[in-house]
């Protein structure tokens, strides 16, 4: 099969297009041929190395995955040949006790695809059974695969670690991304109000139209200064927060008494100062969230088939073009989601 592999760590021109022997079901496994992956910004982390994701090389990133089953492993009775899927991006054993508790995103041997399994840059991929959703035939290829990560992380920090409910306020940092357009549907989804940041004009219509009540340009003004005066000087009851230091500070003055921080990613760094006293003395809740468990997936694809959820797409590649297609997402410059077809 064709596969983009990289056999060095470094920047999109490390990539290349490379024949790799077909994969092979092992017990419990499904090859799936692949129809559309979305790229995500891991993508970019895992390629240029480092020790949050060591990987084998050479490697096939690629963690949202839609298209065909081909082939089933022994003990798999519940998928068959044919069947148009989409693969939840989170390997876990689903064996030890955090599995058994419904709590698999936390499990000690839990894995991306892509980051340190092969994933779905490729032709073809062996994932486990366990980790692969039948999907309707009205549902895009190119949709279902730009779903999985973003709106199963956004979900987690949002319903689940941050407790979302109706007339919360919202602040979604970052909303151009794949999770930040997640973020806001959800948040309308279950009536709260969202205020939405970017660092343009386009971005900031757009996320507009996606539903966001209110709108915030990051590099021009002052994200808590507009997020207060937005609810009357009380604050936001939670940031949806990834950024990390180049907002970290503005994300936590934008918060209400008793408001939640919760974080995801650290695209701008890793480490960022905070003052104690406010957290306390307002009793603020700063969170993590590790994107999310195969039980809320499958919530949100219920949501996704019935079209009230999602996936903005910015632009598609063919699999041959994989370097355009990281390049265009190191300029930042999409609102949505980026996919290949291979």
Same mark, same amino acid.
């Given at each position: 099969?064709?596969?983009?592999?990289?056999?060095?760590?470094?920047?999109?021109?490390?990539? *290349?297009?490379?024949?790799?022997?077909?994969?092979?079901? !092992?017990?419990?496994?499904?090859?799936?041929?692949?129809?559309?992956?979305?790229?995500?910004?891991? !993508?970019?982390?895992?390629?240029? &190395?480092?020790?949050?994701?060591?990987?084998?090389?050479?490697?096939?990133?690629?963690?949202?995955? =839609?298209?065909?089953?081909?082939?089933?492993?022994?003990?798999?009775?519940?998928?068959?040949?044919?069947?148009?899927?989409?693969?939840?991006?989170?390997?876990?054993?689903?064996?030890?006790?955090?599995?058994?508790? &419904?709590?698999?995103?936390?499990?000690?041997?839990?894995?991306?695809? &892509?980051?340190?399994?092969?994933?779905?840059?490729?032709?073809?991929?062996?994932?486990?059974?366990?980790?692969?959703?039948?999907?309707? !035939?009205?549902?895009?290829?190119?949709?279902?695969?730009?779903?999985?990560?973003?709106?199963?992380?956004?979900?987690?920090?949002?319903?689940?670690?941050?407790? @979302?409910?109706?007339?919360?306020?919202?602040?979604?940092?970052?909303?151009?991304?794949?999770?930040?357009?997640?973020?806001?549907?959800?948040?309308?989804?279950? %009536?709260?109000?969202? @205020?939405?940041?970017?660092?343009?004009?386009?971005? @900031?219509?757009?996320?507009?139209?996606?539903?966001?009540?209110?709108?915030?340009?990051?590099?021009?003004?002052?994200?808590?200064?507009?997020?207060?005066?937005?609810?009357?000087?009380?604050?936001?009851?939670?940031?949806?927060?990834?950024?990390?230091?180049?907002?970290? !500070? *503005?994300?936590?003055? =934008?918060?209400?008494?008793? &408001?939640?921080?919760?974080?995801?990613?650290?695209?701008?760094?890793?480490?960022?100062?905070?003052?104690?006293?406010?957290?306390?003395?307002?009793?603020?809740?700063?969170? %993590?969230?590790?994107?999310?468990?195969?039980?809320?997936?499958?919530?949100?694809?219920? @949501?996704?088939?019935?079209?009230?959820?999602?996936?903005?797409?910015?632009?598609?590649?063919?699999?041959?073009?994989?370097?355009?297609?990281?390049?265009?997402?190191?300029?930042?410059?999409?609102?949505?989601?980026?996919?290949?077809?291979?």
């Amino acid at each position: 099969m064709k596969a983009a592999i990289f056999k060095e760590h470094g920047g999109p021109e490390t990539i *290349q297009i490379a024949t790799v022997p077909d994969p092979k079901p !092992d017990a419990g496994d499904v090859i799936v041929q692949v129809k559309a992956c979305a790229l995500n910004h891991l !993508d970019l982390w895992v390629l240029k &190395g480092g020790p949050a994701y060591p990987v084998g090389l050479p490697h096939v990133l690629g963690a949202d995955v =839609s298209g065909v089953i081909e082939a089933v492993g022994k003990g798999v009775s519940d998928l068959k040949r044919g069947q148009r899927v989409v693969i939840a991006p989170g390997v876990s054993c689903f064996q030890c006790d955090r599995c058994k508790a &419904g709590q698999d995103n936390l499990c000690e041997t839990y894995s991306i695809l &892509g980051a340190k399994l092969w994933g779905g840059y490729a032709e073809k991929v062996k994932v486990p059974a366990v980790n692969v959703f039948p999907i309707p !035939d009205s549902l895009p290829f190119e949709e279902a695969a730009a779903f999985p990560l973003t709106f199963l992380t956004a979900w987690h920090m949002l319903v689940t670690r941050g407790g @979302l409910k109706r007339w919360h306020y919202v602040l979604v940092v970052g909303a151009s991304s794949g999770v930040g357009t997640a973020a806001i549907q959800i948040a309308k989804l279950h %009536g709260a109000f969202v @205020l939405a940041t970017a660092t343009s004009d386009e971005k @900031l219509q757009q996320a507009r139209a996606l539903g966001a009540d209110a709108v915030v340009d990051s590099s021009k003004d002052s994200i808590a200064h507009v997020a207060r005066a937005w609810t009357q000087k009380r604050g936001v009851d939670i940031v949806f927060e990834h950024v990390g230091p180049a907002t970290w !500070d *503005q994300s936590v003055g =934008s918060l209400a008494p008793g &408001g939640r921080l919760i974080t995801c990613g650290a695209t701008t760094g890793p480490e960022v100062k905070l003052d104690l006293r406010y957290v306390f003395s307002r009793e603020l809740a700063i969170l %993590g969230a590790r994107m999310g468990t195969r039980a809320e997936l499958h919530d949100i694809l219920s @949501l996704i088939a019935a079209k009230k959820l999602r996936a903005k797409i910015a632009k598609t590649f063919p699999l041959a073009d994989v370097r355009a297609a990281l390049e265009y997402m190191e300029q930042r410059r999409h609102f949505g989601k980026i996919v290949l077809i291979p």
